[in-house]
């Protein structure tokens, strides 16, 4: 008996050990490479040309990263690209964060289970219409006048230990190592930046092969000119391109073969539609258009990857384009995108589906369906609180006290809003003197003793005419719309207020300076006294938070909210947790409706509260009537109302060609 058990025990461990061996050796066959003489990858000794579509993870709710994988497997593509947004997963110097929605190797792991590849776009600067160009905001606060993206030796510093944290988590996903992962981008589009550094670029290159091993492909992207890739190429890196819609592949592709004279052709982002702005219409590509140039590329043997395949929305204060304040993408690429933010299906998917069919099987499945929305309707609000009320709630450790003004790194407070105090001291004026806010970045709202009395932003109105009396005290509230994430002006990012404040002309000093969390703001642990209804002048409402409920009979959906008739703020869902919805800005627009996935809501008899932080006028009929509405359609395309400041100068043709 013994012996038999000796006997199964030696046979279980020799066949685990036949299965390791015949593992390690299939891996160890894997090969991506790329055949110079032949113009073209070649993948476990075979041609191979990649169909690709981008994906955001961290834009995506983690319960629906298999339904839009799967949707894009469905669409024909083979393989996805994504960036890895430093500040996603470093928000505080050395406190890292891969868990949960964070949590990349698991959604790459997810990309293989579904049958696709992977091209990653390591950074550190990635743009991907994301705050500060993924770059962490606590670099502000290490060396404000740091150069970003050269050999800045405080810059350089945090990029090394980023990299030697980030590097060695993609080296066993790599396809070599039995992963998806076929190449790794070096740096994003380098080429438009202005610095040039061509140090820089080989730091990366050899940072990246130092951890990732000398048969990993790395690549580089830049736009479609010899001008750009003169400074984003590197040599060890395979030098791609990206533009638009296109009747002459030939002609486009020409900057790559410039500088790549044999390799395969490939168009890193390659776009169906272009980022919607605040305050300007939503952006569109004729879907004609772009099926015809994408049958000429595809016809053409080049290897594509389709930006603006995202089907997500973006949480909280990530949400953002944002190359110019104020013209930040609400929340996705949206209706225009071959999917959603919430994952839909469109003609432009059908469209790109029916086109891969032309070069390849697709695969032997039915696109899996759209995800229900409910129309969950009306929901009344009530007036709850002013920001003065809410202050210990929202910054519970109390105002940082200063001299002068301090930006919103300097105190550790890199998204969202602040909130600056100051008392009036001195002799009482006798007529109005002018107050001067040209430090704020990048919008505030101006009250007097709780009263409001303006807005200002950094491209509008910045000084007012105030009189004032002594003891009156000044409160300032300041959003920041998000770090600047493209062009040189990444290198002014500081927000806040970045400048003194002068009223008729002398310097005020003496500060409280509150870094404010919304999300701290829980109805059921309010305390304290609040007042019957906020503070108006007519015409502006005290920046306030409003409450309502919403109940959910059954298993959640996903819906949309409609904020109409309201001004301007930020939207919070508060059921099993706080979830941070997004901005709104109706009349500004395009978009008028959040998108709200069913993750973030409960079913009864759990609550859902609904909260607005309202900076600008509620429309409510007395501050126990204000409603919102559910519903279960989209709106993208409002028209907007002309903003008051100037239209931002990255346009659609930066890095496409029209031939």
């Known amino acids: 008996m013994a012996a038999v058990k000796w006997k199964w025990i030696f046979l279980t461990v020799y066949f685990l050990y036949i299965l390791y061996i015949s593992q390690l050796t299939q891996a160890q066959n894997k090969t991506f490479e790329i055949d110079y003489l032949g113009n073209t990858f ?15 993870y961290m834009r995506v709710p983690k319960e629906y990263w298999r339904d839009r994988l799967e949707k894009m497997y469905a669409a024909g593509l083979d393989t996805i690209q994504f960036y890895i947004p430093w500040n996603y997963h470093e928000p505080e110097k050395g406190q890292y964060d891969f868990e949960g929605q964070r949590d990349f190797v698991q959604f790459i792991k997810l990309a293989q289970e579904v049958g696709l590849l992977v091209l990653i776009r390591a950074g550190p600067y990635i743009c991907g219409e994301w705050d500060f160009g993924g770059f962490p905001a606590w670099l502000l606060k290490e060396n404000p006048k740091m150069v970003l993206r050269t050999m800045d030796p405080t810059y350089i510093k945090y990029v090394d230990i980023w990299m030697d944290k980030l590097l060695p988590m993609l080296t066993p996903l790599l396809y070599e190592n039995g992963g998806p992962v076929l190449m790794v981008q070096i740096e994003n589009e380098y080429g438009s930046y202005f610095a040039c550094d061509h140090q820089y670029m080989a730091h990366l290159r050899d940072k990246a092969r130092a951890h990732l091993g000398p048969r990993a492909v790395l690549y580089t992207t830049d736009g479609g000119a010899d001008g750009f890739l003169k400074c984003g190429a590197v040599e060890g890196a395979y030098a791609t391109v990206d533009f638009g819609t296109t009747v002459n592949p030939q002609k486009s592709f020409q900057p790559q073969r410039d500088y790549e004279p044999f390799g395969p052709l490939v168009n890193s982002e390659f776009y169906p539609g272009w980022l919607d702005h605040w305050g300007y219409p939503h952006s569109t590509l004729n879907l004609d258009v772009f099926s015809r140039a994408l049958d000429k590329l595809l016809d053409y043997g080049a290897n594509v990857n389709m930006y603006m395949f995202e089907g997500g929305t973006n949480f909280g204060f990530w949400n953002g384009a944002n190359y110019k304040p104020f013209q930040a993408v609400p929340t996705s690429y949206d209706y225009d995108a071959p999917m959603s933010e919430s994952g839909d299906i469109t003609d432009k998917y059908l469209a790109i589906r029916q086109v891969i069919s032309k070069y390849k099987q697709l695969p032997d499945m039915a696109i899996p369906p759209n995800t229900t929305k409910t129309a969950y309707g009306k929901v009344d609000l009530s007036f709850m609180a002013t920001i003065q009320d809410a202050l210990t709630t929202l910054c519970p450790n109390g105002p940082i006290k200063s001299e002068y003004p301090l930006s919103m790194e300097a105190i550790s407070q890199y998204q969202g809003f602040v909130l600056y105090r100051h008392t009036l001291l001195g002799d009482t004026p006798s007529e109005p003197k002018t107050l001067d806010l040209s430090g704020v970045r ?12 303006g807005v200002f932003d950094r491209n509008g109105q910045m000084t007012m ?12 509230l300041v959003e920041n719309m998000g770090h600047i994430g493209f062009g040189s002006e990444i290198n002014n990012n500081t927000k806040g207020l970045i400048k003194n404040v002068t009223f008729g002309g002398s310097m005020l000093t003496g500060w409280q300076i509150y870094p404010l969390t919304v999300e701290n703001f829980k109805p059921t642990s309010l305390s304290g006294i609040y007042r019957d209804k906020p503070f108006t002048n007519g015409n502006l409402t005290t920046p306030s938070f409003y409450v309502g409920k919403l109940h959910v009979p059954t298993t959640p959906t996903d819906t949309y909210l409609d904020m109409s008739n309201w001004g301007k703020g930020q939207h919070l869902i508060m059921s099993s947790s706080m ?21 973030f809501l409960s079913p009864s008899p759990v609550i859902n509260y609904v909260i607005l932080f309202e900076l600008e006028r509620a429309p409510c009929e007395s501050p126990d009537k204000c409603t919102v509405e559910f519903v279960d359609k989209p709106l993208i395309n409002a028209t907007p109302h002309k903003p008051n400041f100037q239209r931002e100068t990255r346009t659609f043709s930066r890095t496409r060609i029209s031939v």
């Open 465 to 476: 005419n105030l009189t004032l009396k002594v003891n009156e005290t000044i409160d300032i």
């Open 442 to 453: 990048d919008r505030a709202y101006l009250m007097i003793n709780q009263v409001p009395q």
């Open 42 to 56: 070649v993948k476990d000794g075979k041609r191979f040309r990649y169909v690709s579509g981008s994906i955001h």
């Open 579 to 599: 979830n941070n919805v997004g901005r709104y800005w109706p009349y500004v627009g395009p978009q008028v409706r959040l998108f709200v996935p069913k993750p």
